[in-house]
């Protein structure tokens, strides 16, 4: 199997085709546009739509080559049965979890401002994952359809980067996947905790994982790598 090589901080990151995995974290309406829950939290939703354009070039390519895919959203039941009233209650926000917005009921699955934004609509045959957690693992079962497809190894986008993408990242650290996270293909409300949440990441030998921008992925496997026709 063909390895790939790119330099990332903080050293180089190697992975096998086709057993790693792209992980889109949480791209969905609630968080990036405005009326959902981010913006009910008081933030600037605009901050996060840079990670979009890159997002959509790293799907293309892993799509041409038929690797895997992952998409997860924070959803919950509509009965908020999985939703403990320790997360539905915190705080001040003008929404919460399960209240009717202009969206919809926020973060519900099956509401349109649980959907993930149209531009990185995942297509048929790739992993969707509705989570009630910050992290992907907490009571989903993704560990195991991962080990099942023989995946190693995941490069992260997603938002927002401290939150529910560094949480992931780290629950999949402690279960044995090497992660690197795509700079460009983040976003946080926060910049300064996006550069923080990068640091810390990488920090102490790679510590939970690498990171890098979305240019090096592409290089890396444009100039390594066989595309397989993948049928629509
Ligand atoms: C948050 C997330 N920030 N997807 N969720 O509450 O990062």
Same mark, same amino acid.
Request: charge should be neutral; aromatic fraction near 6%; proline fraction near 8%.
């Given at each position: 199997?063909?390895?790939?090589?790119?330099?990332?901080?903080?050293?180089?990151?190697?992975?096998?085709?086709?057993?790693?995995?792209?992980?889109?974290?949480?791209?969905?309406?609630?968080?990036?546009? &405005?009326? /959902?829950?981010?913006?009910?939290? !008081?933030?600037?939703?605009?901050?996060?739509? $840079? =990670?979009? +354009? %890159?997002?959509?070039?790293?799907?293309?390519?892993?799509?041409?080559?038929?690797?895997?895919?992952?998409?997860?959203?924070?959803?919950?039941?509509?009965?908020?049965?999985?939703?403990?009233?320790?997360?539905?209650?915190?705080?001040?926000?003008?929404?919460?979890?399960?209240?009717?917005? &202009?969206? /919809?009921?926020?973060?519900?699955? !099956?509401?349109?401002?649980?959907?993930?934004? $149209? =531009?990185? +609509? %995942?297509?048929?045959?790739?992993?969707?994952?509705?989570?009630?957690?910050?992290?992907?693992?907490?009571?989903?079962?993704?560990?195991?359809?991962?080990?099942?497809?023989?995946?190693?190894?995941?490069?992260?986008?997603?938002?927002?980067?401290?939150?529910?993408?560094?949480?992931?990242?780290?629950?999949?650290?402690?279960?044995?996947?090497?992660?690197?996270?795509?700079?460009?293909?983040?976003?946080?409300?926060?910049?300064?905790?996006?550069?923080?949440?990068?640091?810390?990441?990488?920090?102490?030998?790679?510590?939970?994982?690498?990171?890098?921008?979305?240019?090096?992925?592409?290089?890396?496997?444009?100039?390594?790598?066989?595309?397989?026709?993948?049928?629509?």
């Amino acid at each position: 199997m063909t390895t790939f090589r790119l330099a990332a901080t903080p050293f180089e990151y190697a992975f096998p085709a086709a057993r790693t995995a792209l992980v889109v974290i949480d791209m969905q309406r609630d968080f990036i546009e &405005p009326g /959902g829950f981010g913006a009910s939290l !008081g933030n600037d939703v605009s901050l996060l739509a $840079p =990670a979009i +354009a %890159p997002i959509a070039a790293l799907l293309a390519a892993w799509r041409a080559r038929a690797w895997p895919i992952v998409h997860t959203r924070e959803a919950h039941r509509p009965d908020l049965a999985d939703c403990p009233p320790a997360k539905r209650l915190r705080g001040t926000p003008t929404l919460r979890i399960g209240d009717k917005g &202009p969206m /919809g009921r926020v973060l519900i699955a !099956g509401e349109p401002g649980a959907d993930i934004v $149209p =531009a990185l +609509a %995942p297509k048929r045959g790739e992993i969707v994952v509705d989570k009630p957690g910050k992290g992907m693992f907490w009571s989903t079962g993704l560990h195991e359809i991962l080990q099942a497809r023989g995946v190693s190894h995941l490069v992260f986008t997603g938002v927002t980067t401290e939150v529910c993408v560094q949480t992931s990242m780290r629950e999949a650290n402690d279960r044995g996947y090497a992660c690197l996270v795509v700079e460009d293909g983040t976003e946080s409300y926060f910049p300064e905790f996006k550069a923080q949440a990068l640091a810390m990441i990488a920090a102490q030998g790679a510590i939970v994982g690498w990171h890098a921008p979305s240019a090096a992925i592409l290089a890396a496997i444009e100039v390594a790598g066989p595309v397989r026709a993948v049928p629509a």
